[in-house]
């Protein structure tokens, strides 16, 4: 456990010297790379112990405060989380490095630096605390460092608007879990996990009270749909490295909270379950829905990881679901199909926020609208997007189905003796979760990289440097080795579902051995058909050498005078599956038609405001406010009407103790 000790002061050492060598930048990252470096060698050599089978022991220090012990322990869950906080963060913070040499000031170092450097420390130090005080210390330290990095751009106002609100959404998660804690330890007699564990059963109340908190508190870090309100302000607000790891661990920590949960309570109701499920297919459709309908490129990826994220918890309910069924096989299907698409959104989410930050760079907006025709001036950065954009989609041969595919093989099993009826129902929802992702991100992928530029910058931009594309390259390359080889992946995701469900052994080889043999073929055959693509790219490219080959402009269509204006923009692109689902996605049109012989304006524009942050909350928030308007009618700033108050005030005790 010295070794996780180790990860967590490299990096947070790394955080205080890379300050106070703030003023030579070379020096400075120097500092990130070595402690980042340190810190992933110590943390993930111990993971790989862990996950290899071996047990280390905790670690437990005196804390002098009541009712604290600075508890530490990993098990395979832990190393499961471990190990995707530090790969995603030492991806992260290298590429930081160039961005913040890129950004030629608009990004202040010093805090970017540091509050990312804490964030990571404090995500390592979270997945390994056993007692409840430690876990809230490193929740409210991850919570604290990623406002400091939200609001690193405080100059402008939507940054400080989206930093607010991420504060709040942040602290009303906070205590939820303070009460879910304090629930759990008055019953124990103790903070730590394992007297949770073994503390006698909550009464009804209690426990539902202790699950409703869990979903409040750890869904509003997570996103759940309606408790996302910050998410899709806050990543875009952020600088992009800080946006991958926000968007691909520390969102996922509060998938990491909830298991951990459901672990030390066990088995849930089976209505919990399904309710699980229900809310995480919810979440699922309507974040993949605002995504198709962005047309800022880090607002679409904020949205999809809400998908993302519902996918997640669907697949977790599913896992609950067969516990409370008594189904160890439909279990382990289920929390491994979670787990696994939690590691494979980490990577391939943080690549696309990576990808998204290099193009921020070059053409120096966010709105898609800006873009077009980037792969033929950004050739690596497109295809590295590419491929994060297959990866979210579910296309194999990249890591994205294979995760997908679990939980799709959950629902569609005809033996497990489930309702068919409402897991056909549930199927259909991920399978229409799935056609909208392709949606969103060929919009996403087609008008950035394809087609011509359609403005002066875009036309003008260069290749990132290759501090930069490394990163990128390398989380690239994990999309593609998981999904071609599923082997490794699928068994960190089995040994950390086994921990979840407490499931034996022998059902855990024999689940493993054969998914990995399934997945492995698919794998292999998409790996074949990308081959066999590519092979004839390569015979066509050698048969065309002796012609003469003319070009000639992309999406040229046959015009004889092509320009961008021809071109699908954000929003005409998903314009006829958005009014399908006008009613649910409440998009505003502004359509001005051609007229006459010779129109003088043609223009179509759209906007799909968020639901919950722009037309529900306004409303509870005027309704709360009329309610605290009544006792607001007693202060009228008179001086008599206060001494009334205090002399009743004090009436009022005198005859109650007499």
């Not at 112990?49 to 405060?65: F, Q, Y």
């Not at 809310?279 to 459709?285: E, F, H, K, M, P």
């Not at 041969?397 to 005809?414: C, K, T, V």
């Not at 059902?507 to 051995?513: E, N, V």
Request: with cysteine; hydrophobic share 55%; net charge positive.
């Amino acid at each position: 456990m010295t070794f996780l000790l180790a990860a967590v002061l490299s990096v947070s050492l790394a955080a205080v010297l890379s300050g106070l060598f703030s003023r030579s930048g070379a020096w400075a990252r120097a500092i990130v790379i070595a402690g980042l470096g340190a810190g992933g060698a110590f943390g993930g050599s111990l993971a790989w112990t862990v996950l290899h089978g071996r047990k280390v022991p905790e670690l437990a220090w005196a804390w002098p405060i009541p009712g604290a012990v600075f508890h530490l322990g990993v098990d395979s869950l832990s190393a499961c989380f471990l190990l995707l906080v530090l790969i995603v963060g030492c991806c992260a913070g290298i590429y930081g490095e160039g961005y913040i040499a890129a950004s030629r000031g608009h990004v202040p170092a010093v805090p970017a630096r540091f509050f990312f450097l804490v964030l990571v420390a404090a995500m390592a130090l979270l997945v390994g605390a056993r007692n409840a005080l430690l876990f809230m210390v490193a929740w409210e330290t991850m919570a604290l460092s990623a406002f400091g990095l939200v609001s690193c751009e405080h100059g402008r106002p939507e940054v400080r608007k989206a930093g607010l609100l991420y504060l709040l959404c942040a602290h009303v998660g906070s205590l939820c879990l303070l009460g879910l804690f304090a629930l759990l330890g008055r019953n124990a007699g103790s903070l730590e996990f394992a007297a949770f564990a073994t503390a006698p059963a909550l009464p009804a109340a209690e426990r539902a009270a202790v699950f409703l908190l869990a979903l409040i508190g750890f869904g509003m870090k997570a996103g759940f749909m309606p408790l996302h309100v910050w998410l899709q302000e806050a990543h875009p607000a952020a600088p992009s490295h800080a946006s991958a790891a926000m968007s691909g661990v520390m969102i996922e920590m509060g998938i990491y909270g909830l298991l951990r949960l459901l672990m030390i309570l066990g088995p849930v109701s089976k209505a919990a379950a399904l309710a699980l499920v229900a809310l995480g297919l919810i979440t699922a459709v309507f974040g993949i829905m605002f995504a198709m309908a962005q047309r800022d490129l880090k607002r679409l990826l904020a949205y999809s990881s809400i998908e993302n994220i519902g996918i997640i918890l669907a697949g977790g309910g599913l896992g609950c679901y067969g516990l409370a069924v008594g189904s160890p096989a439909l279990a382990l299907l289920g929390f491994s199909g979670a787990i696994l698409h939690t590691l494979n959104h980490g990577l391939f989410k943080s690549l696309l926020f990576l990808s998204a930050g290099a193009i921020y760079q070059a053409v120096g907006t966010r709105d898609i609208e800006a873009y077009g025709g980037l792969q033929k001036r950004m050739p690596w950065t497109c295809v590295l997007t590419a491929i994060g954009a297959a990866a979210i989609c579910g296309l194999p041969p990249l890591n994205g189905f294979i995760g997908e595919w679990l939980i799709y093989s959950w629902l569609l099993r005809p033996d497990a003796g489930h309702g068919m009826l409402w897991t056909s129902l549930a199927a259909a929802a991920l399978a229409a979760v799935g056609a909208f992702a392709v949606v969103a991100f060929t919009k996403g992928y087609g008008l950035t990289c394809l087609g011509q530029p359609r403005s002066e910058e875009a036309r003008r931009a260069r290749e990132p440097a290759w501090i930069m594309l490394g990163p990128m390259a390398f989380l690239a390359a994990l999309c593609v080795g998981i999904g071609v080889f599923p082997g490794p992946a699928l068994g960190v995701a089995f040994a950390a579902a086994g921990e979840v469900g407490r499931i034996e052994p022998a059902l855990l080889c024999a689940g493993l051995d054969q998914w990995s043999r399934l997945l492995g073929v698919v794998g292999l055959m998409g790996a074949g058909v990308c081959a066999l693509s590519a092979l004839f790219w390569l015979l066509r490219r050698s048969l065309l050498a002796r012609r003469r080959v003319a070009c000639g402009p992309t999406w040229g269509c046959g015009f004889t005078a092509p320009t961008p204006r021809m071109q699908y923009t954000g929003s005409s692109y998903p314009a006829p599956l958005a009014r399908v689902l006008a009613g649910l996605l409440g998009t505003r049109e502004e359509v001005h038609p051609p007229l006459g012989y010779w129109p003088a304006k043609v223009a179509f524009e759209s906007s799909t405001p968020d639901p919950a942050l722009e037309r529900w909350l306004p409303v509870l928030a005027a309704r709360l406010v009329d309610w605290l308007s009544v006792p607001r009618r007693l202060q009228h700033g008179r001086l008599q009407l206060y001494l009334l108050y205090v002399s009743a005030f004090l009436v009022v005790i005198l005859l109650w103790k007499l």
